[in-house]
C-alpha cells in the first residue's frame, strides 16, 4: 500500500525564500519552494541572501485556477485570518524547473503581463522547483500511513504468545514526526523517535528510545502494513536486525501486530 501511494506523487516543491519585503502568506502558493526573487512594484534587491520565513499556520484559502486561459491564471480567497474576505488575481507560467507569478496586491484587477512596474502593487516571483528524491517521497507516504493509534491483537516473544487480556492493555502510538510512544495499561512503558526505511525490503522500522526501561538505547526491527494490520518484529537494544516476520523459541525476537483504532473508540 505504501510503495503504491509513492506512484501517485509527483515532484513536491518546498518553499525558502529571497524576500526583500515580508511577504504575505496567503499569497504563496502550495507546495512551492526555493523562491530565487521577489518583485515588489518594480524593486528587487539581488544582494540578498536566503531568509527563512516558514509559516506554521497559514490562513484558509479558496482557489480556483484556470489553466485554459494566455497567460494562465489563478484567484485566491482568503477564507480565514487578518484577510479574511479578500480575493487577489494572479497570472502565472509553469514549466519542468520553474514557477513564475504576479498577482495584484491591490484588488481584483488582474495583472495583463509577468512583469512588476514601479507603483503598480503588482507582485512578481520567480520559484525554482526542488525534487523530491524517490526514498524521500516513500519515507513521506510511510509516515503518514503509520500515524495513529494502534491496539495489539497478537503479541510474541520468543515464541510465546501473550494472552487476551494482555493484549488488551497494550498500545502504540505514532505521529507524522515520527515519534512512538508505546502503553501498558494506559502507562509509557518505551517512547522515541523511529527511523523508517521502506526502500529495504522487508521495510525497516529502528527506534532510539529517549523513555522507558531501554532510555539512550535503540532497536532495529522490520515492518508491513497488510490488510489493515501494522506487524514490527524487533529484538532487544544492541542485538541484529531481524530477518523475517517470526517469533520462535530462543530466536530473541519480538512479533507484534496491531489495527488501526477507530475514531469512535478513541473518543
Known sequence: ?????????????????HIRRPLHPNLLPKNVANLRSIRRGGDADPRIEAVEEPVDKPARQKRLADATTTPKHFDTTITDGPA?????????????????????????????????APGSGVMLQVLKRERQSAKEAFVEVCRKELAATWLAVSFE???SSASAEELKKIKLIIDVEGKTTSLIDG???????????????????????????????????????????????????????????????????????????????SK
Open 187 to 265: 502507562k509509557v512503558f518505551l517512547a522515541g523517535a523511529s527511523a523508517v526505511d521502506p526502500t529495504q525490503d522487508p521495510m525497516t522500522f529502528d527506534v532510539s528510545y529517549t523513555e522507558g526501561v531501554s532510555k539512550g538505547r535503540s532497536t532495529l526491527g522490520i515492518f508491513r502494513i497488510e490488510d489493515g494490520l501494522l506487524t514490527i518484529c524487533r529484538r532487544s537494544p544492541g542485538q541484529p536486525r531481524p530477518s523475517e516476520f517470526a517469533s520462535t523459541n530462543g530466536s530473541g525476537q519480538i512479533l507484534i501486530s496491531y489495527k488501526r483504532e477507530s475514531a469512535e473508540a
Open 1 to 17: 500500500m505504501v510503495r503504491a501511494a509513492l506512484h501517485a506523487r509527483r515532484p513536491r516543491l518546498k518553499r525558502s525564500a
Open 84 to 116: 479574511k474576505g479578500k480575493t487577489y488575481s494572479a497570472i502565472y507560467e509553469l514549466n519542468d524547473n520553474s514557477y513564475r507569478y504576479c498577482g495584484n496586491l491591490r484588488g481584483k484587477e488582474r495583472p495583463a503581463k509577468i512583469m512588476s
Open 157 to 159: 516473544r520468543d515464541g
